[in-house]
């Protein structure tokens, strides 16, 4: 077999676009240095499944809309167990999440799914709900509920009041004594979101949380830090 590194970017693209490429070379092709090769192969039917997981994470777009996808979930309907954690924020907080998982998701006591799902555009007024009565919904989330283009989206007039509003609403819950300075990074996370910045939601993340660590809390002034 011809060494990958001497295969050419094109040459290697096609093959991973193609149906009838082996499991095997796609298995190579998933770690080659060109990005579209590895985005290619992310959305490869016959990509072996824990290569698709790998893969997950940095493209979760072509993850969910890998006509392979619905089969590996009819075969075992617990397959998002098997999926990292990591993994699954990105899945819902992109475009093509599919609905199912959004609506499932919704339910999982889990802080960073939820704010996950109030990322995605696409979410709907249904999971939205979920997610509003769901234990582990904080203040922040609620308020990115109520900004939702599918919430917010539907007023006639006067959006951009509105939306000026609670996001001052949410800067001030932020900055309040009562939250750890990881909370602030969601009101960084919802602006790029709001700015309309397509990136990847796991990888952002530690970006967020340093840039609020540098602005101490009174809880952390007068008690120091968790």
Known sequence: MVELMQVSNQVAITAA?????????????????DIQVR???AGNPNTPTDVLLQLAEEF???????PVLPLLQLENPEFHKLIPYSVIQNILACEGAP???LR???TYVCYDYLLAIVHNPQASKQVL??????????AVIHELIELHVNIAGEMKSGWQEYADNK?????????SEYYHPRDKGQYYKFTFWELGLSCNFVKLQNMYERLSLNVPTLHQKNYGNY
């Open 17 to 33: 676009n193609s149906i009838h490429t082996a499991p095997e070379l796609l298995t190579e092709l998933a770690g080659h240095e």
């Open 39 to 41: 985005q290619a192969v």
């Open 60 to 66: 979760p777009q072509e993850f969910v809309k890998n």
């Open 99 to 101: 609905q199912e998982w």
């Open 104 to 106: 499932l998701f919704a």
């Open 129 to 138: 709900q979920l997610v509003a009565e769901n234990e582990y919904c904080g």
């Open 167 to 175: 996001l001052q609403y949410i800067q001030d819950i932020l900055k």
